[in-house]
């Protein structure tokens, strides 16, 4: 969940060392599994729940149009991933994926949510070894793999550091909308910074 006493500022984190993390598997009775159609309404209600996105219209829209776009049906299946628990049921989401951010297609680790309930489990760590593993099975090579988040998710945040991410802080990106960056992004990373530590 975000911590909504935070104030919203938007941050970029990369990671230049792709092929050094940490392997975790999902806890017993849980599984992962590509994309079927119709996962996009527990996809959708998984990032409300998280208060990634205001409503479940809202959030369908967004799937509609990153994931299932011409060009990304190819794609889809293996590189939106999804948890499924004992019940057979969608706890959790995250994805590799395209972003313009940096002014060229790179990859990006995309909408991680997992469910309130299952929070703790180590599933948020299982998902992004697998997109770090699936990085490296399809051949994908590029300068750094990046994510963008922001302050809300100081939590999420901690655990991308422990996976090598680090806070981006150079030259604003061409396409990265944020007002007042180079004022806006140390004030972010040391409110990050401040929760972590008080964790």
């Given at each position: 969940?975000?911590?909504?006493?935070?104030?919203?500022?938007?941050?970029?984190?990369?990671?230049?060392?792709?092929?050094?993390?940490?392997?975790?598997?999902?806890?017993?009775?849980?599984?992962?599994?590509?994309?079927?159609?119709?996962?996009?309404?527990?996809?959708?209600?998984?990032?409300?729940?998280?208060?990634?996105?205001?409503?479940?219209?809202?959030?369908?829209?967004?799937?509609?149009?990153?994931?299932?776009?011409?060009?990304?049906?190819?794609?889809?299946?293996?590189?939106?991933?999804?948890?499924?628990?004992?019940?057979?049921?969608?706890?959790?989401?995250?994805?590799?994926?395209?972003?313009?951010?940096?002014?060229?297609?790179?990859?990006?680790?995309?909408?991680?949510?997992?469910a309130e309930q299952e929070a703790g489990k180590g599933i948020a760590k299982a998902?992004?070894?697998?997109?770090?593993?699936?990085?490296?099975?399809?051949?994908?090579?590029?300068?750094?793999?990046?994510?963008?988040?922001?302050?809300?998710?100081y939590v999420a945040i901690q655990l991308y550091l422990t996976f090598g991410f680090?806070?981006?802080?150079?030259?604003?990106?061409?396409?990265?909308?944020?007002?007042?960056?180079?004022?806006?992004?140390?004030?972010?990373?040391?409110?990050?910074?401040?929760?972590?530590?008080?964790?």
């Amino acid at each position: 969940m975000l911590d909504k006493t935070m104030p919203h500022i938007a941050v970029l984190m990369t990671k230049r060392d792709v092929a050094n993390y940490p392997i975790y598997s999902l806890p017993a009775g849980y599984q992962f599994c590509g994309y079927q159609p119709g996962d996009e309404e527990a996809w959708a209600a998984l990032q409300v729940a998280v208060g990634q996105m205001e409503n479940q219209a809202t959030a369908r829209q967004i799937f509609q149009e990153v994931f299932l776009s011409v060009a990304a049906e190819e794609q889809i299946t293996k590189k939106c991933l999804f948890v499924k628990n004992q019940a057979d049921q969608i706890v959790a989401t995250a994805s590799l994926w395209h972003g313009e951010h940096f002014g060229t297609s790179m990859q990006r680790i995309h909408y991680v949510a997992v469910a309130e309930q299952e929070a703790g489990k180590g599933i948020a760590k299982a998902m992004l070894t697998k997109l770090l593993n699936l990085y490296h099975e399809l051949g994908l090579q590029q300068e750094f793999l990046y994510l963008t988040t922001q302050t809300e998710s100081y939590v999420a945040i901690q655990l991308y550091l422990t996976f090598g991410f680090v806070p981006y802080c150079g030259v604003k990106p061409p396409n990265f909308k944020l007002a007042h960056y180079q004022e806006q992004t140390p004030k972010a990373w040391a409110m990050i910074r401040a929760k972590i530590e008080s964790r």
